[in-house]
């Protein structure tokens, strides 16, 4: 089992407080959806533990099996076990996606995959998201729909088989069918090796990828948290309902 804690996490972005002492603990095996509205440090939190260099920690750790990744470079906590499905995955011209996920595999697992190995797995994993045939020969993400990318995203993440994955806003851009296959084979990742920490502004992608904890974020604070009741009562509600149980006032400010 693995285990990632994040403790009185305290975030900064040119000299503004985003995040401000969150408190989370993911094990192997669990699915924790953090919500909230606009603004309240939802992205910020998965940039801050991924080492995006914009986001200055002030205060806090971030331990992954008991070592601090806060300390780590980029590479460094990938090659730990860390994974970011990015909110809007970049485009790398010139580079095919089987070419980048083949030198992915080398960094993060320190072992040279055989090209036969390495194509079979890729394909039989492009055929379960059912994607293109001709995914592997396409370059990273050029000329692609946002479906696409999110798509690519957690092909990405199925062959590089991280302990925790972060993933941000991967329902935006998703039609209907292309949200089922996603939230399916998230599903059949979690195991006794695997966790994750979904970041969502709605209920959508929970009806596909069932969560077993459920947390809400204003403030750049985890203020509630819960299980399935609390995504019924956002679905019904929206968010207004926390400002008046729990006298918090919160602003829609990007974060």
């Known amino acids: 089992m693995a285990k990632l804690e994040i403790k009185n996490l305290h975030v900064e972005i040119e000299g503004k407080k985003i995040l401000n002492g969150v408190d989370l603990v993911v094990q192997s095996g669990e699915v924790h959806a953090i919500m909230g509205p606009n603004g309240t440090g939802k992205s910020t939190l998965a940039s801050a533990l991924m080492g995006h260099p914009k986001y200055e920690v002030t205060e806090g750790e971030a331990l992954l099996d008991g070592e601090n990744i806060l300390e780590m470079e980029v590479d460094e906590r990938a090659r730990a076990g860390l994974f970011l499905a990015m909110q809007y995955p970049a485009e790398v011209p010139g580079v095919t996606n089987s070419e980048f996920m083949r030198q992915a595999v080398k960094a993060t697992s320190g072992r040279n995959v055989g090209l036969f190995e390495f194509a079979l797995d890729y394909e039989k994993k492009v055929e379960e998201l059912k994607m ?25 993440l199925k062959v590089l088989k991280p302990k925790f994955a972060i993933l941000d806003e991967i329902d935006s851009g998703l039609d209907i069918d292309a949200l089922k296959i996603v939230g399916q084979n998230v599903t059949e990742m979690v195991n006794d090796e695997f966790g994750c920490i979904l970041i969502t502004h709605y209920q959508r992608i929970l009806e596909h990828i069932k969560p077993t904890n459920v947390h809400i974020m204003i403030d750049g604070k985890i203020v509630l948290s819960g299980k399935d009741e609390l995504i019924q009562k956002i679905d019904s509600n929206g968010y207004e309902w926390i400002k008046d149980e729990l006298g918090i006032e919160f602003n829609n400010e990007e974060a």
């Open 132 to 156: 293109r045939p001709d995914l592997a020969h396409r370059y990273l993400n050029e000329g692609f729909s946002g479906g696409e990318r999110k798509r690519n995203e957690i092909l990405q």
